[in-house]
Nanobody, 124 residues
């Protein structure tokens, strides 16, 4: 069993930065690829960024590429999402998700575990 707890969300202005953190407990963290998804009201949950289990490759949606950076610390069992140049359209609940696999996939239905989410609100 794996538990994920997200933190770091908040209310910011357009152009600001935030850092989201995902603390993971359980076994075999290094066996999981990790991703961040987000869900705005009335919309489906969408892939934002992902990192392979070994941390050697990262993937981003086109909407955040160049602004967001995902990283992981396997020793501390944490995943970070650095978000820069935030836009109002980044407003959503952000979820950390774990997949028992080396590679990253972008379909939310494939993931094994997820946290409760953290709210990010960007005002214009």
């Amino acid at each position: 069993q794996v538990q994920l707890v997200e933190s770091g969300g908040g209310l910011v202005q357009a152009g600001d930065s935030l850092r989201l953190s995902c603390e993971v407990s359980g076994r075999s963290f290094i066996s999981y690829s990790m991703s961040w998804f987000r869900q705005a009201p009335g919309e489906e949950r969408k892939f934002v960024a992902g990192i392979t289990s070994t941390g050697d490759r990262t993937y981003y949606s086109d909407s955040v590429k160049g602004r967001f950076t995902i990283s992981r610390d396997n020793a501390r069992m944490t995943v970070l999402l650095e978000m820069n140049s935030l836009k109002p359209e980044d407003t959503a609940t952000y979820y950390c998700e774990a997949l028992y696999c080396v590679v990253v996939v972008t379909g939310v239905e494939d993931y094994d575990y997820w946290g409760q989410g953290t709210q990010v609100t960007v005002s214009s």
